[in-house]
């Protein structure tokens, strides 16, 4: 892995993390740096850090309040 690789990944707590918990990422990054972006895609999926699954936790937590509003009445 090249230094500048492997000092990106240890300065992000979440990829060093993940890198630990998925270790056959160390094999693809050892042989190329192309796949910096592939895991950087896996690990935001794996952890729900899309956009898509950002506005899906708004979208329940606004449902939550307004149940909760509700209730409240």
Known sequence: MKLDTIMKINSNPLEKQFLREHSYWYKYLNRS???YQDFIKD?????KLTTADKLNKLSNDMTMLRTF?????
């Open 43 to 47: 690990m935001k999926e794996k952890y």
């Open 69 to 73: 509003l509700e209730v409240l009445k």
């Open 33 to 35: 740096d192309i796949f």
